[in-house]
């Protein structure tokens, strides 16, 4: 199976930088993405990750490290309206295990 | 392009009664799914298929069923609701193995059931 570890809740300050980690366990990888989901909406795609290093979008990067089965989403510049969940998943690969293996989330506070 | 759509937005149920949930995606992609999503647990895997005619179980399958006759459909039933069935679900779709640019997950954007 696979094991996906994020913090539970986060919070920061409009304008600064958060940091927003991911641990794994898992027999097998082919990728990790994340996520961004608001309130009552469905997850929207941020990233994805399959090779060691930084993936860099806008305000968003995220990092992977396989060796070490960690990952993480970070956003810069915070935005009232980056307050959302984040989610990280993991694709072990092969057959249907194509379809991610989702984490509990990460609930993102931003405030003025 | 209508993407992942699934109906109804929201239901209501008594318990023992059985519904289905429909999604459909326009975008010819061979993986579909469902997931429930319940507070403070994250997006959880009901059933999944790889291709037309093939379906899987996933994390919690139990008091769910699933078919894929077509690319297009793959309706979530609920045989007999239970009040543990409360929950979003979100049903999915994607191209296939692997992954190039832009080849990922696309959601329907939810469907929200209360069993009372």
């Known amino acids: 199976g696979q094991n996906i570890d994020q913090p539970t809740e986060m919070t920061a300050t409009e304008g600064a930088i958060v940091q927003i980690n991911c641990t794994y366990q898992t027999s097998g990888f082919n990728g990790l993405f994340w996520y961004q989901q608001h309130a009552g909406e469905a997850p929207t795609f941020l990233s994805y990750n399959v090779l060691d290093g930084l993936e860099e979008k806008g305000r968003f990067s995220s990092f992977l490290s396989r060796s070490k089965g960690y990952s993480y989403l970070l956003l810069k510049e915070l935005q009232m309206k980056d307050s959302a969940s984040y989610l990280c998943?993991?694709?072990?690969?092969?057959?249907?295990?194509?379809?991610?293996?989702f984490g509990r989330g990460t609930s993102l506070i931003v405030h003025p | 392009n209508a993407g992942v759509t699934q109906t109804p937005k929201f239901q209501v149920l008594k318990t023992g009664q059985s519904m289905t949930l429909q999604c459909a995606q326009d975008?010819?992609?061979?993986?579909m799914s469902w997931y429930r999503q319940d507070p403070g647990m994250g997006l959880r895997l009901i059933h999944y298929s790889v291709g037309a005619g093939i379906t899987d179980q996933g994390e919690v399958p139990n008091g769910y069923n699933v078919s894929r006759s077509t690319t297009e459909d793959f309706p979530l039933r609920l045989l007999s609701a239970a009040p543990s069935q409360t929950s979003v679900y979100f049903c999915a779709s994607s191209p296939g193995q692997g992954y190039v640019s832009g080849n990922t997950i696309y959601f329907g954007e939810g469907s929200w059931l209360t069993v009372v």
């Open positions: 975008m010819n992609h061979e993986y």
């Open positions: 998943a993991v694709r072990k690969g092969g057959g249907g295990s194509y379809i991610p293996t």
